[in-house]
C-alpha cells in the first residue's frame, strides 16, 4: 500500500493538542523496513514516527522525513534512540535490526 505525502501530513495535522508535537510519544509500532509502503501499526493505521530505536543488531539505517528527504544514518548502536519526524524506514541501506517506532 503506496501512502501519499498528502496521506502522511494530513494525518499528522489532525493529532490533538494532547498528541501535538511537543508532546511525547504515545504509541509504538515494531518496524518493518520497506521501501514503498509507510510505518503501519498493528490497527493498520499508517503514522510518522517521532523516534526510533533499535534493539537488535547495530547497523545503518535509511529514512525519508516527513518532508521528503532522505539519508542513511550511519552506524545506530543497539538502544540508541534517533529523534526526527520520519515517514519511512527503508529496506534498501538497512542494516540494523529489531527497530522499534515510537509515534
Do not use: C, H, W
Amino acid at each position: 500500500m503506496a501512502v501519499s505525502d498528502t496521506d502522511v501530513v494530513e494525518r499528522y495535522q489532525k493529532v490533538g493538542d494532547d498528541q501535538g508535537i511537543s508532546a511525547p510519544p504515545s504509541g509504538v509500532v515494531a518496524v518493518t523496513p520497506a521501501d514503498d509502503t509507510g510505518i503501519v501499526t498493528s490497527q493498520t493505521k499508517t503514522v510518522v514516527l517521532r523516534a526510533f530505536r533499535v534493539g537488535t543488531t547495530a547497523g545503518d539505517v535509511a529514512v525519508v522525513m516527513i518532508n521528503g528527504d532522505t539519508a542513511t544514518i550511519p552506524n545506530v548502536q543497539v538502544g540508541e534512540v534517533v529523534v526526527g519526524r520520519f515517514k519511512f524506514i527503508q529496506a534498501t541501506a538497512t542494516t540494523a535490526v529489531g527497530i522499534t517506532g515510537f509515534y
